[in-house]
Nanobody
């Protein structure tokens, strides 16, 4: 079992920045690929960013490339999402996810553990 707790969400103006954190507990953090997904009201959950268990590579949705950065600190069991140049369309609940199998960054089913989510609201 892995428990995931997100933090760092909030209200920010367009063009601003936020950093989300996801603290993991329960099993060996470095054994898991990690990802961030988001879900806006009335929309399905969508992939945002992912990072391999080693941290050696990352993947991003086209909509956030160049603005968001995913990183991980295996010593402190935490994954981060640095979000810059935020836009109103980035408004959503952001979820952290952990997957112990092969690395399929964009697939929901590749992640067996999910956090409760943190709200990000970007005002225009």
């Amino acid at each position: 079992q892995v428990q995931l707790v997100e933090s760092g969400g909030g209200l920010v103006q367009a063009g601003g920045s936020l950093r989300l954190s996801c603290a993991a507990s329960g099993r060996t953090f470095s054994a898991y690929n990690m990802a961030w997904f988001r879900q806006a009201p009335g929309k399905s959950r969508e992939f945002v960013a992912a990072i391999r268990r080693s941290g050696a590579s990352t993947d991003y949705a086209d909509s956030v490339k160049g603005r968001f950065t995913i990183s991980r600190d295996n010593a402190n069991n935490t994954v981060y999402l640095q979000m810059n140049s935020l836009k109103p369309e980035d408004t959503a609940v952001y979820y952290c996810a952990a997957g112990g199998g092969s690395y399929y960054p964009t697939r929901n089913l590749a992640y067996g553990y999910w956090g409760q989510g943190t709200q990000v609201t970007v005002s225009s």
